[in-house]
């Protein structure tokens, strides 16, 4: 005897037909315009109508159309974990084979493998600006796709005087807000994902991109003007330590990359020391060298260094507790986070 399920076929019918859906009961009227509007159809007419439509839908998409393609988009099908998408996919074709009385065995990993449904993988597109004027230095939005966009509005004229790449700071919490609503449908394509590590890794992605940028504005060459106060030494110090830091490119100084995730290169620093205090004496012919100048300019120095390795470790807004705890236990490399469950 033919079991009886709630999951067969047959009672999904039934019980789709006893709900009447208002689509259902326009179709019916809208083919017999002679019956009248108070008559109550009789549920086998409702049924019946149903089982056609379907049928005629079910041979239509299997037999005339792309149904790989079709099942593959995500306006077909809401975007859920592949498992689920597929699960809908088989049951349609189930739905197919039934209501045409073609009871056979689909063979699931050759249909499946056939379909290759997929998630969407997030992808970041970004529209540089340059100091213009009314736009904030970050903005950022995603359309369905998960294209994330985001607007970089280079602050090129303050760059240009300090040659300090901008923080993002201000606007971490608006986009912690975008990134908790973009999650959120995001997140359903996949059975596991780590929330913290797509978190990093978008994060991550801008603050490179706005570094690179910012360091493509530089001049090919940076010299100290003339000194005139102790300010004005600070501040070409400065610059000058972070113009070496940005365009650096000889192999021999790749060391000089900054990063807490090599040995600190104290030597090389001491070397940049002693040579800034040789061009101050040679820009100032009546000062003569002293241990206080060049620990002023060694830790001026050390003082970019850490600064920028902050920023090339993503660590910049962190606390100290948080900023160990991802030191030492996590990488930020790009490419390790891209490839573990984003």
């Known amino acids: 005897m033919k079991a009886k399920t709630q999951q067969s076929f047959n009672y999904l019918l039934k019980i789709t037909a006893q709900k009447c859906p208002e689509f259902l009961i326009d179709f019916i009227k809208k083919f017999n315009p002679d019956l009248d509007p108070l008559f109550n159809l009789p549920f086998t007419a409702i049924q019946t109508t149903l089982k056609n439509l379907l049928t005629k839908f079910t041979q239509v998409f299997f037999t005339k159309l792309n149904y790989a393609h079709i099942l593959r988009s995500h306006y077909s099908i809401p975007l859920y974990t592949a498992a689920n998408r597929n699960k809908v996919a088989i049951n349609l074709a189930r739905l197919h084979l039934f209501l045409y009385n073609r009871y056979q065995t689909i063979h ?3 249909f499946i493998q056939d379909l290759d449904i997929k998630p969407i993988r997030l992808t970041l597109k970004y529209n540089i600006l340059v100091d213009e004027p ?3 230095l970050f903005d950022i939005y995603n359309d369905r796709r998960f294209n994330i966009f985001v607007t970089l509005n280079l602050p090129k004229q303050r760059f240009l005087e300090t040659f300090r790449i901008p923080s993002l700071k201000p606007y971490l919490n608006s986009f912690k807000e975008w990134y908790e609503k973009f999650f959120e449908a995001y997140s359903k394509q996949f059975e596991k994902i780590n929330k913290t590590k797509v978190f990093n890794f978008i994060k991550y992605d801008i603050a490179t991109k706005l570094s690179e940028d910012c360091k493509a504005l530089l001049l090919s060459d940076f010299t100290i003007s003339e000194i005139s106060s102790f300010q004005e030494c600070k501040d070409n110090l400065s610059k000058a330590a972070l113009f070496h830091l940005h365009t650096c490119t000889d192999k021999d100084y790749q060391k000089l990359h900054a990063t807490f ?13 002693d040579q800034a205090n040789q061009n101050y004496i040679k820009l100032n012919p009546n000062t003569t060298s002293s241990p206080q100048h060049i ?4 830790y001026t120095y050390l003082k970019e260094y850490f600064h920028q390795a902050a920023k ?3 660590i910049y ?3 100290l507790d948080a900023a160990l705890t991802k030191l030492i236990s996590t990488t930020s490399d790009p490419h390790t986070l891209a490839r573990e469950k984003i």
């Not at 995730?261 to 020391?273: C, D, G, R, V, Y």
């Open 295 to 298: 620990t002023f300019y060694l």
């Open 108 to 110: 699931y990993q050759n």
């Open 317 to 319: 807004d962190f606390d």
């Open 134 to 136: 009314n736009k904030p």
């Open 261 to 273: 995730s090599k040995p600190f290169p104290l030597s090389s620093f001491q070397e940049l020391a």
């Open 312 to 314: 090339n470790d993503n």
